[in-house]
């Protein structure tokens, strides 16, 4: 049976570095966590978050899936949220996606992928919504377009959900924000929807009905 021995040494290699630059790393760091936010991203081995935006361990509370989907029927994701949210209390939930995303590319297509067909749905959902948008254009801007427009709806369905809806009832600080990363040149961009109150997410419905 295979031990994957190169990662155990790539971790022992690893542990040694960080111990070396600061020795009471470790010891801090298992005290506990104490995060200011919730990064939701793809499941994409691409895309690093504590790499791409220069944090250390415990900085992010992380939750990943395929194509960065947040909808009211997935008990996992939620349970991240309201952990991060009530536990934890984080002050940022972010919502990023990346151009070139498989689980976008699928949801485009007309193809047959097996049991994740049922979890695309909900991107060819989002198409749906938005095919005005999107015609026009061509196949790749279709598809960059449409990982902007899947991060803006996973945005809407946080901020609607009970967990956000209480936090924000209960005067919490908490802002939900939507981001793109570019897996060609390493840089984020912010879709400018941050959303941080009821009346700023009524706001953001009137402006996209």
């Avoid at 952990?83 to 699928?106: D, P, R, T």
């Avoid at 097996?114 to 026009?136: A, C, M, Q, T, Y």
């Avoid at 790749?140 to 946080?158: P, S, T």
């Avoid at 936090?167 to 939507?178: D, F, K, N, P, T």
Wanted: overall charge negative; some cysteine.
């Amino acid at each position: 049976m295979k031990k994957l021995k190169n990662l155990f040494d790539n971790n022992q290699a690893w542990a040694r570095a960080i111990k070396e630059k600061n020795p009471d790393f470790f010891t801090e760091l298992s005290k506990q966590q104490t995060p200011d936010y919730l990064w939701i991203g793809c499941s994409d081995s691409r895309v690093p978050e504590n790499k791409i935006v220069d944090l250390p361990a415990g900085e992010i509370f992380v939750h990943r899936n395929i194509a960065n989907v947040v909808v009211h029927t997935d008990l996992n994701s939620l349970s991240v949220i309201q952990y991060a949210v009530e536990v934890l209390k984080v002050k940022h939930i972010i919502v990023c996606g990346h151009y070139g995303c498989g689980g976008i590319k699928a949801a485009m297509d007309n193809n047959k992928h097996g049991l994740i067909d049922n979890w695309l749905r909900h991107i060819k959902d989002v198409r749906r919504f938005h095919e005005h948008k999107l015609e026009g254009l061509s196949h790749e801007e279709k598809l960059d377009l449409l990982c902007e427009l899947n991060v803006v709806e996973q945005v809407r369905n946080i901020c609607n959900s009970t967990i956000v809806q209480d936090a924000w009832e209960r005067g919490c600080e908490l802002h939900v924000h939507g981001w793109v990363y570019d897996i060609a040149n390493g840089t984020l961009k912010d879709l400018d929807d941050c959303i941080s109150s009821n009346a700023q997410l009524a706001e953001r419905n009137l402006k996209h009905q």
